[in-house]
């Protein structure tokens, strides 16, 4: 079985989850590859790919998306998901577009894999200024979640993506 877990990741929160998930893996062959370093046409003589991204304006990094239309119709059997997200609501949908693309190709999502990832991308002056200009209610739970936020991926998450990648595969 032949593993390969690919990944765009502008702050590190995702590159931390991919390289959880090569840890649980250790049994099997796999290659850990940032997104721009994947040639497309080596991506159907995986047996499973793991494709990941951070939530940017609600939607996975177009990079990733570029991957699977080069690489189309040659696709791997089986595709994984993962992302990472500070919203709460604002992630779920992020992924359709591939998930379109791959409808008329005999590839199929067999896991889909998230956790929040601290927000490091945007100066934090600018994002409680952002914050500053919601309604008073929204205002309270965003400062709330914001703060949960910090650190995340944490210890705990880095160990869910692991025993997730392990169990999905082992499952299989
Ligand atoms: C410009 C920008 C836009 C973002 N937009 C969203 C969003 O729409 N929804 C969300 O849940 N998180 C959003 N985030 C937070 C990131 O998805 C989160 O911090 C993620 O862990 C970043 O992953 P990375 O470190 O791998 O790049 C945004 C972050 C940045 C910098």
């Given at each position: 079985?032949k593993?390969l ?18 840890e ?94 601290e ?31 910090k ?22």
């Amino acid at each position: 079985m032949k593993i390969l877990i690919t990944y765009f990741s502008n702050t590190g929160n995702t590159e931390k989850v991919a390289k959880s998930m090569k840890e649980g893996l250790t049994d099997y062959e796999v290659d850990l590859l940032p997104v721009e370093e994947v040639d497309p046409t080596v991506l159907s003589s995986y047996n499973i790919v793991f494709i990941g991204s951070g939530v940017y304006a609600s939607r996975i990094d177009k990079s990733v998306l570029n991957l699977i239309k080069k690489a189309a119709p040659h696709l791997p059997p089986k595709l994984v998901y993962f992302c990472t997200h500070a919203s709460l609501n604002m992630y779920q949908d992020a992924f359709n577009k591939v998930k379109t693309l791959i409808q008329e190709y005999d590839c199929k999502v067999i896991g889909e894999f998230d956790c929040v990832g601290e927000n490091l991308g945007i100066p934090e002056e600018t994002q409680l200024a952002m914050l500053e200009k919601l309604p008073d209610e929204q205002k309270e739970k965003a400062i709330k979640i914001r703060e949960e936020n910090k650190g995340r991926p944490n210890e705990t998450d880095l160990s869910n993506a692991k025993n997730f990648a392990l169990s999905l595969v082992k499952n299989l």
